[in-house]
Every structure is written in C-alpha cells, then in structure tokens.
C-alpha cells in the first residue's frame, strides 16, 4: 500500500515541476518600535493579550486541541483560506491521494508508522472541529513550516547566565496574527512545557521546557512548494517535521545535551535551524539540520569575543555576504548586540534593544518571545 502511495506522489512531483507556479511573498516593511509596537500597544492592549490554553498529551489524538480549535474557528478558517490559495492543484491532489489511504488504514495502522498515525489523527480532530476536509488540514500544516521567516538568538549575560530570544516573522502575517496564543503542554497532571502556538496547527515553533531548555526553529532552504512532497514522502517513511520534532523533544528529553543530541540527529522531512539554550554556561546552540543530520552545529563560548552571543535568521551562518532575503536582519543583529556588549545583555535588553529594533522588527513580525530556562522566564509580545 505505502509503495503506490509514493508511486503516486513521485507522478504528481513530476508533474509539479513542469506546472507548479509559487506565490510571490509579500516584502516586510521594516517598522520602527517606537512607530508602530507601543503605538499599537498603548492603542490597542486589549487585542495584545494572547490566551492561554492547556494542552493534554494524554488525552486522545483527535480531541487534543479541541479548545483552542473553537476559540479561534473563524480566524483559522480565513488563515485557512489564505494559505490553501497558494496552493497548486496538483498539491492538493496529493494530499487528498495520501489522506484516504490514511483513512482506509486508519482502524489498523497497517502500513503506516506509530508517528504518522498518531499525527494524522490530530488532523481529524481539527478537521471536524472546523468542518474541513482533512486534507486540506494536512495540507496547511505542512505549509506552516514552508512559509516561516525568524530570528533566534541566543546569549550569555555578565555571570554566564542564558538569555534566549526570538522573534516569529510569516510572509501571511494578516492571517497569522490573530490565532497566536500560549500552550503549557500538560502530562500526567503537571505542565511538561510551554509554547507559542498557531491555533489550527499541531508543530511547536518556540517552546521552553523549565529548568531545563529552550527551542526556537528557524526555516531553511524550503520556498517552494515541491518541497510539501518531499517532506510527505518522508513524512511517510517515519521522520519529524522540525516542528514536530520540537515538541516531541520537550515532552522527551531530560537535559540540554539530550535535547540537543536529538535536534542534531534525528530524522527530519525538513532542513531547518534549531537554536536551544540550556540553564548553565555555555550551553547555547544553532543547529542547522539537513534531513538526515546536523550539517553544522555553532556554539556559544562565554570566553569568545564573538560567540558569546550567536544568532540566526533564515541562512547558513558561514555564507558572507548575507544574500538580499535576509534584507539586513543578520547585520542588524551583529550590531545591536555589539552595542549593548556582554556586561548589559538581559531578558530586557535583548528584547527592547534587538528584536524590537529594525529591521529585525518588521512588518512581517507577529510575535516576540524571550525565554530563560534557568529562571523559567517565558514572556511573548504580539504585535498588531
């Protein structure tokens, strides 16, 4: 069964090469924080606050995100929308193709892997809270992880303590910005960790695990829409979506080292960018992942006049010069963390004085978040 599934996805590929047009992404402005953020902030604090709910991860696949899924019905649906109008046909031809075969094996499992299975359920969960075609539902989340543009940093402060940091920018940000909320992932009765999470979508972008570690992702290297099959080939053959594989580790591992061990190794559908910090010195990463492992891990240095502080936006980190997409964002970074030097980074200053600056700050920026998992620190601002 699995083998015609991929004979039917390898005939679509093909196909979508020779038809597929990809969306032309709409430019970030760069805004100014004081402009735009406190304006909107004094303005409008009220559409700033971003929800809270628990989510069970023991409670059964299909019912797992029920609450946040009806808070935010009407705007995942437009979000929906937008998204599924970048999409070509023969795209979602394909997932159609995978989801009844899904379907058909669903009682069973047969021919689809324990990670697959428990993945595909939640998206017929979401599917009947939204009353959507569950295609169309997977289809979406892979995009997610398609479309996404950021900005992670990790540093220490004066006493080698970790300050973490990022900032969430998505070409769709009209879209993307009202179904924004947090998440404390709740097992056995006790919050195991907490996210910034896009109602609609079961991936984890930026999570904190307390006393232990945090993870942001950054996208590399996946503009175009061929790229949705290949991650669901692999998908298929038993490996993460980074986003997924976030989660997982947070629920998992037990340590920095063993989080890290994990973003570096395990199989992904996706190349990306982790960025994970820990709670003692030194222990601060950007782990720029191809599919099947680490192609390069770059870590902080408390001692390194450079690398006590390390960033990464949506490029290989040793490509100079920074190419055009990054539009300065990398630069902008270098500078406003030499500025304020090792002796006067904090949780306050990395925001305020970096991911609130431009063009780091842009108008593709939804949300900004600061994590320490040393003093549990998970604080986020969303912008309008």
């Given at each position: 069964?699995?083998?015609?599934?991929?004979?039917?996805?390898?005939?679509?590929?093909?196909?979508?090469?020779?038809?597929?047009?990809?969306?032309?992404?709409?430019?970030?402005?760069?805004?100014?924080?004081?402009?735009?953020?406190?304006?909107?902030?004094?303005?409008?604090?009220?559409?700033?606050?971003?929800?809270?709910?628990?989510?069970?991860?023991?409670?059964?696949?299909?019912?797992?995100?029920?609450?946040?899924?009806?808070?935010?019905?009407?705007?995942?649906?437009?979000?929906?929308?937008?998204?599924?109008?970048?999409?070509?046909?023969?795209?979602?031809?394909?997932?159609?193709?995978?989801?009844?075969?899904?379907?058909?094996?669903?009682?069973?499992?047969?021919?689809?892997?324990?990670?697959?299975?428990?993945?595909?359920?939640?998206?017929?969960?979401?599917?009947?809270?939204?009353?959507?075609?569950?295609?169309?539902?997977?289809?979406?989340?892979?995009?997610?992880?398609?479309?996404?543009?950021?900005?992670?940093?990790?540093?220490?402060?004066?006493?080698?303590?970790?300050?973490?940091?990022?900032?969430?920018?998505?070409?769709?940000?009209?879209?993307?910005?009202?179904?924004?909320?947090?998440?404390?992932?709740?097992?056995?009765?006790?919050?195991?960790?907490?996210?910034?999470?896009?109602?609609?979508?079961?991936?984890?972008?930026?999570?904190?695990?307390?006393?232990?570690?945090?993870?942001?992702?950054?996208?590399?290297?996946?503009?175009?829409?061929?790229g949705l099959a290949i991650n669901l080939v692999r998908w298929l053959g038993s490996s993460y979506s980074p986003a997924s594989l976030l989660g997982y580790v947070c629920e998992h591992a037990g340590?920095?080292?063993?989080?890290?061990?994990?973003?570096?190794?395990?199989?992904?559908?996706?190349?990306?960018?982790?960025?994970?910090?820990?709670?003692?010195?030194?222990?601060?990463?950007?782990?720029?992942?191809?599919?099947?492992?680490?192609?390069?891990?770059?870590?902080?240095?408390?001692?390194?006049?450079?690398?006590?502080?390390?960033?990464?936006?949506?490029?290989?980190?040793?490509?100079?010069?920074?190419?055009?997409?990054?539009?300065?964002?990398?630069?902008?970074?270098?500078?406003?963390?030499?500025?304020?030097?090792?002796?006067?980074?904090?949780?306050?200053?990395?925001?305020?004085?970096?991911?609130?600056?431009?063009?780091?700050?842009?108008?593709?920026?939804?949300?900004?978040?600061?994590?320490?998992?040393?003093?549990?620190?998970?604080?986020?601002?969303?912008?309008?």
């Amino acid at each position: 069964m699995r083998q015609k599934v991929l004979t039917i996805i390898c005939i679509l590929m093909t196909i979508g090469l020779v038809t597929a047009r990809y969306p032309s992404y709409r430019e970030f402005v760069s805004r100014t924080r004081d402009q735009d953020v406190l304006t909107g902030f004094k303005e409008n604090i009220d559409s700033l606050e971003i929800p809270t709910f628990d989510i069970n991860l023991d409670a059964h696949p299909t019912t797992r995100w029920d609450k946040s899924t009806r808070y935010f019905e009407h705007q995942i649906k437009y979000c929906h929308q937008t998204i599924m109008s970048y999409i070509p046909w023969y795209m979602q031809q394909l997932f159609w193709v995978v989801s009844e075969v899904m379907k058909s094996q669903q009682s069973s499992f047969n021919g689809l892997t324990e990670l697959s299975s428990d993945k595909y359920l939640q998206y017929v969960g979401l599917a009947q809270t939204l009353d959507l075609p569950v295609h169309e539902v997977m289809l979406t989340n892979f995009a997610y992880e398609l479309f996404a543009h950021c900005t992670s940093i990790v540093a220490h402060n004066a006493k080698g303590e970790i300050v973490h940091g990022r900032n969430m920018d998505y070409p769709l940000y009209d879209s993307m910005h009202n179904i924004t909320y947090n998440a404390n992932f709740v097992k056995n009765g006790r919050t195991i960790f907490k996210a910034v999470m896009f109602a609609g979508y079961t991936g984890v972008f930026t999570a904190m695990t307390p006393n232990k570690f945090a993870i942001s992702i950054n996208q590399r290297n996946t503009e175009t829409t061929l790229g949705l099959a290949i991650n669901l080939v692999r998908w298929l053959g038993s490996s993460y979506s980074p986003a997924s594989l976030l989660g997982y580790v947070c629920e998992h591992a037990g340590s920095f080292e063993e989080a890290q061990d994990m973003l570096a190794n395990m199989p992904l559908t996706a190349p990306v960018y982790y960025t994970v910090s820990g709670t003692s010195q030194d222990q601060g990463a950007i782990i720029t992942r191809d599919r099947t492992g680490a192609a390069d891990i770059w870590k902080i240095n408390f001692h390194s006049p450079a690398d006590w502080c390390i960033g990464q936006t949506n490029y290989d980190h040793w490509i100079t010069p920074p190419p055009a997409s990054d539009k300065n964002r990398s630069n902008a970074v270098r500078q406003a963390v030499a500025e304020i030097g090792k002796g006067n980074m904090s949780e306050d200053t990395l925001l305020k004085k970096v991911l609130q600056q431009s063009p780091i700050l842009n108008r593709g920026t939804i949300y900004s978040t600061i994590m320490s998992a040393a003093t549990s620190e998970f604080f986020t601002v969303r912008y309008i």
